[in-house]
C-alpha cells in the first residue's frame, strides 16, 4: 500500500510540475509612454476637411506599440467624425492602408485657436519598428468649409527632425509636401511585452500547486485506507 501510494504521489507531482511549468504567465505592461513626439511652438495652423487631409510624419527611435496618439486641435462649425490613424510610408508620404486607427468627435472640440490636446485611442495599436519612418493620417470627412478642423503647427522655427507635413487634396490617394511645418503631436505606447514560460524552479508559482496535488493524494489514501479498515 505504501508502495502504490508513493508511486501515485510522484506522479501527480511530476504532472503538476510539468503543467506549471508550461503555463504562460502574463508579464504585466508598464503605463503608456510618450515616444516621438514634437509639442511646443505652434503659431499657426492648417485645416483639414472632406477630401483634404493631412499627415505628419515621425521616425521611432526605439522599437514599440503604438497605442494612441495626442494632437492639438480646434474647429470651426461642426466638422464631425475626426478619424486618425498610422500609416507605413514609401519616399517619405504615406501609402497603403490604415496599420491601425481610431476616432473622436470633432463637435466637442474647442473653438479657441490655441486648441486642446485630444488624445485620440488607436484600436489594438501597432508595433512599430525603429528608425522606419511613419505616418499619422487625420481627416474629418463629413467636414466643409464651414465646418472645419485645425491642427496646430510650428510654421516659424520647426525642429522636428524625424518627419514633415504632407497634405492630400484626393483623400490621401496622393501626397505633397506642404508648408516647412511640424504639426504638434504626441505619439504614446507600449514596450513589446508577450507571455513568459516560468521555469521549473519558480518555487512560489509551484508551491500551490504541490499543496493541492499532495492533498488530493492524501485525501484519496485516506478514504481508501478506511474502506480497508471497514472491510477488515
Not at 520647426?158 to 506642404?178: C, K
Not at 503631436?185 to 518555487?203: Q, R
Amino acid at each position: 500500500m505504501k508502495r502504490t501510494f508513493s508511486i501515485l504521489f510522484a506522479l501527480a507531482l511530476s504532472l503538476g510540475l510539468v503543467m506549471v511549468a508550461q503555463t504562460p504567465i502574463p508579464v504585466l505592461a508598464a503605463p503608456p509612454h510618450m515616444y516621438e513626439y514634437y509639442n511646443t511652438g505652434d503659431d499657426n495652423h492648417v485645416w483639414i476637411c472632406g477630401t483634404n487631409w493631412v499627415a505628419q510624419t515621425f521616425t521611432p527611435s526605439v522599437a514599440h506599440t503604438i497605442t494612441s496618439v495626442k494632437l492639438k486641435l480646434f474647429r470651426t462649425g461642426a466638422p464631425g467624425t475626426v478619424t486618425v490613424s498610422i500609416r507605413a510610408t514609401s519616399g517619405g508620404q504615406p501609402t497603403g492602408s490604415d496599420l491601425c486607427s481610431g476616432t473622436t468627435s470633432g463637435d466637442t472640440l474647442t473653438t479657441s485657436a490655441p486648441g486642446e490636446w485630444r488624445e485620440i485611442t488607436l484600436g489594438s495599436g501597432y508595433a512599430l519598428s525603429a528608425g522606419t519612418t511613419y505616418a499619422i493620417v487625420v481627416r474629418a470627412t463629413s467636414g466643409d468649409f464651414s465646418n472645419l478642423l485645425y491642427w496646430r503647427v510650428d510654421g516659424s522655427s520647426p525642429t522636428y527632425g524625424g518627419g514633415m507635413y504632407l497634405l492630400s487634396a484626393n483623400s490621401g490617394s496622393s501626397w505633397t509636401s506642404g508648408s516647412p511645418y511640424d504639426l504638434m503631436f504626441e505619439e504614446w505606447g507600449n514596450a513589446t511585452v508577450g507571455w513568459e514560460t516560468y521555469p521549473i524552479n519558480k518555487v512560489r508559482v509551484l508551491l500551490p500547486w504541490i499543496a493541492l496535488f499532495a492533498a488530493i493524494i492524501a485525501g484519496a489514501s485516506l478514504l481508501v485506507l478506511r474502506r480497508r479498515r471497514a472491510q477488515s
